[in-house]
């Protein structure tokens, strides 16, 4: 099955959350084709200048489009239970577009005491969903779109370990990798789960294979704009797709009708490029023990068990 943007359905009544709307990057572009469909969107970052550059670049594409800000950075449990509790106002959550993340940074730990890339990529999202999945579950048909990537081929191993503590010598390309599988364990698991307790929500993950966003240079220097990090931001531009078609599978997986635990990726040669189609994914993704005792460990550390 090839899809286009062309397809994306009328989105009008649905309300989508989408985390990581900075411009130029994955979320701007599937907020744009979600807004112009005519959805409610919400756009949930961490610095609201951004957030205020990205409603004003898609106002001037789609001058009627129905935006909201949310104030949420990821990295930080107790801004995620605030922007969690401001959401309430929101009312029904049809979808969830857990697009934010960071890629290859240095190794740090956050305030709560997590490795920077898995509070991020995972146990962040993991809190915000389960947060929102009461409002998620009022949409009657409530859908989490989780945003990997191919680098969850080279993970080598699920991230089980304590997650407060670093066994080892760090390597920022490896933990990357393991947050991405982690997206996949948290797909495949957040599904089974809904199933389970009878839940009308699905879980889904998408991958834009090789875009053309800030992710690069924001992770090896904090910034996309200045110097270097222009330099490395314009070289990416250069020799990837564009970041407007990176977020086509995303844009699949939130709307076409799929079953629960699809993932959904770029068609084109080495799933690098093109028009999103369903794809594959490694062994240890397909692996329901790793799934179910990561969600475990992350109820543990964000202290919260759901559904
Ligand atoms: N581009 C690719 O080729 C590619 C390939 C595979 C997977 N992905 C995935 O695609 C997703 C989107 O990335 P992108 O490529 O669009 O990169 P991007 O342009 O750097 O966008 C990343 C977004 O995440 C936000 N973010 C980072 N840390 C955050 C935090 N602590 N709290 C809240 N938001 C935070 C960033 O906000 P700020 O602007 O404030 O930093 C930005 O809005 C990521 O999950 C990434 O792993 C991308």
């Known amino acids: 099955m090839h899809w286009n943007v062309a397809d994306l359905p009328d989105q009008s009544g649905r309300t989508i959350v989408i985390t990581g709307p900075t411009l130029g990057g994955l979320g701007h572009f599937t907020a744009l084709e979600l807004a112009r469909r005519g959805a409610r969107v919400v756009l949930a970052g961490r610095n609201p200048t951004k957030v205020e550059e990205t409603v004003a670049a898609i106002r001037v594409e789609v001058p009627g489009a129905s935006l909201e800000a949310l104030h949420l950075d990821l990295a930080s449990l107790a801004s995620v239970r605030t922007a969690a509790a401001n959401a309430a106002q929101i009312g029904p959550i049809d979808v969830l577009v857990n697009n934010a993340g960071v890629m290859g940074t240095a190794y740090s730990r956050t305030a709560d005491g997590l490795e920077l890339q898995m509070a991020t990529n995972h146990f962040g999202p993991f809190l915000l969903t389960g947060l929102l999945l009461p409002q998620l579950v009022q949409s009657a048909d409530g859908r989490v779109v989780s945003v990997s990537s191919m680098f969850h081929h080279v993970a080598g191993k699920s991230p089980l370990g304590d997650p407060r503590e670093q066994t080892g010598r760090y390597n920022k390309w490896r933990v990357y990798a393991q947050t991405k599988l982690a997206n996949l364990h948290l797909t495949a698991e957040l599904d089974r789960r809904m199933r389970e307790a009878d839940l009308p929500v699905r879980a889904l993950a998408a991958h834009p294979g090789f875009a053309g966003t800030h992710l690069a240079a924001n992770g090896q220097y904090g910034r996309s704009r200045g110097g270097v990090a222009s330099i490395l931001d314009a070289t990416v531009k250069v020799i990837s797709q564009p970041a407007a078609a990176g977020a086509w599978p995303s844009l699949m997986a939130a709307t076409e009708d799929l079953p629960g635990n ?45 559904p």
Do not use: C, H, N
Not at 274 to 280: D, L, S
Not at 288 to 302: N, P
């Open 262 to 306: 699809t993932f959904v990726g770029p068609s084109g040669l080495q799933q690098m490029m093109g028009t999103p189609r369903i794809v594959g994914r490694s062994k240890l993704a397909r692996d329901e023990a790793a799934a179910k005792k990561l969600w475990e460990i992350s109820e543990a550390t964000v202290d919260l068990q759901y």
